[in-house]
């Protein structure tokens, strides 16, 4: 997760208690009768200094007793819980059927490990990205990216229940407050996409465009990690970073790119943003830091 990564580094640049992030929801799913949610918890874990750090996701040496148990009367897992990480899910689970909103329960959970920045989930409303793959119906993302590998041509993407969901007010009030507002290295479309699509997200993000930065997912016509480069293409879209800056361009004033694909520096600058090519390679929390050092330097902060 680009954005995950890319939070390790900045902590590193900037006190936590000056971090709000806001978190895409679309990825949420109920797994076994817990409602998990996969972006939200990652972004947490992360933060707490818990994560796996080789997957990037769950937490750091736990283990799979309870799916293991649980494949006896479900069937082989496609979708991993650890042991440790079924404890934030059942605790979730229990707080939202006693009426509390997701955006509560996530404040308790960041609390309860230690996170020192605010998470805000992007909406106490339910949207729920849905994946149409040439030659198949339509499948909510995780059964898309994750049991099917992020296999087959993509030919649309669906935020259903975006019409009806609304922004958290937190969130739009930390845009409206805010001295710098960073769009990590994430998917366009099902990171980025159902923040983006909320009722007057694009709209409080537009009022602040010299004060918004970006940073391209897209490094040498690929990801490094997940399906962008495939969406990009199969939506007939230009795999590069200037693809991805003309998803942005009415929001987003800096534009970030990695110094191999400097060459589109100057089309990009012709969209009317600033244009910085860098290393935006991540591979240790140090590399990480530094770009959030950068990113952070071309911004009025």
């Known amino acids: 997760m680009g954005a995950a990564k890319f939070l390790r580094g900045l902590v590193k640049r900037i006190p936590p208690e000056r971090l709000t992030v806001i978190v895409n929801t679309g990825d949420d799913e109920n797994f076994y009768g817990l409602h998990v949610s996969p972006d939200v918890d990652t972004v947490t874990y992360t933060l707490a200094g818990l994560v796996n750090p080789g997957h990037g996701w769950g937490l750091k040496d736990d283990t799979f007793a309870a799916l293991n148990a649980l ?3 479900y069937g082989k897992p496609w979708f991993n819980l650890g042991d440790r990480d079924l404890a934030t899910h059942l605790y979730r689970t ?4 006693a009426g ?6 996530t404040a308790l959970i960041a609390k309860r490990l230690g996170v020192r920045s605010e998470i805000l989930p992007m909406s106490d409303d339910r949207v729920h990205t849905w994946v149409k793959v040439r030659g198949r119906a339509a499948m909510p993302f995780q059964e898309y990216f994750v049991r099917n590998r992020s296999r087959g041509a993509v030919e649309g993407i669906e935020l259903r229940g975006i019409e009806d969901a609304r922004p958290l007010p937190a969130a739009l009030s930390a845009l409206r407050r805010a001295s710098a507002v960073i769009l990590a290295p994430s998917n366009p479309f099902v990171s980025l996409g159902p923040i983006l699509a909320l009722k ?3 709209q409080a993000l537009a009022k602040i465009r010299p004060r918004v930065a970006a940073i391209s997912p897209i490094v040498g016509g690929r990801t490094l990690k997940g399906p962008a480069d495939k969406m990009l293409r199969g939506l007939g879209l230009e795999v590069s970073p ?12 800096v ?4 110094i191999r694909d400097k060459d589109y520096l100057e089309p990009v600058r012709a969209l009317g943003m600033r244009a910085v090519a860098v290393d935006t390679i991540m591979t240790t929390p140090a590399k990480a830091a530094r770009l959030a050092g950068i990113v952070l330097n071309t911004l009025p902060v």
Request: proline letters at 0%.
């Open 71 to 73: 494949a006896r009367f």
């Open 94 to 97: 229990e707080r939202l059927r």
């Open 100 to 105: 509390e909103s997701l955006s509560r329960v």
């Open 200 to 202: 007057g997200m694009r």
């Open 242 to 253: 200037l693809g991805v800056a003309r998803l942005y361009r009415d929001i987003v004033g």
């Open 255 to 258: 534009f970030v790119m990695d």
